[in-house]
């Protein structure tokens, strides 16, 4: 069993940037995708961006393309989401989730089974 644990939210004025860090608790094997999700309230949980953890290809939501940028650390498992320019209507929650699908579907459509998720982490843009 696998823990994901985000840290690195919090509240910035519009145009300010944050980054976002996701640890595994235990050893992710590189069949897995990871990524970063978000839910406003009411609305249903979104993509943000995926990477593939064997060669690094992203896959990012077209309303954060050019101003998110995923990455990984190989050596400590951990995945970061960098956010610059960031928008009010970036705020949500967000996750990190980790499951073994294709990272390009999962972006589209994340509500998938046996998915590994974080508790989650606030993020609040204010115009």
């Known amino acids: 069993q696998v823990q994901l644990v985000e840290s690195g939210g919090g509240s910035v004025q519009a145009g300010g940037s944050l980054r976002l860090s996701c640890e595994p608790s235990?050893?992710?094997?590189?069949?897995?995708?990871t990524g970063w999700f978000r839910q406003a309230p009411g609305k249903e949980r979104e993509g943000v961006a995926t990477?593939?953890?064997?060669?690094?290809?992203?896959y990012y939501s077209d309303s954060v393309k050019g101003r998110f940028t995923i990455s990984q650390d190989d050596a400590k498992g951990t995945l970061y989401l960098e956010m610059n320019s960031l928008k009010p209507e970036d705020t949500a929650m967000y996750y990190c989730?980790?499951?073994?699908?294709?990272?390009?579907?999962?972006?589209?459509?994340?509500?998938?089974?046996?998915?590994?998720w974080g508790q989650g982490t606030q993020v609040t843009v204010s115009s």
């Open positions: 989730g980790a499951a073994i699908v294709s990272c390009a579907n999962w972006l589209k459509n994340p509500l998938v089974k046996h998915v590994y």
């Open positions: 235990g050893r992710l094997s590189r069949s897995y995708c």
């Open positions: 990477i593939v953890r064997t060669d690094a290809r992203t």
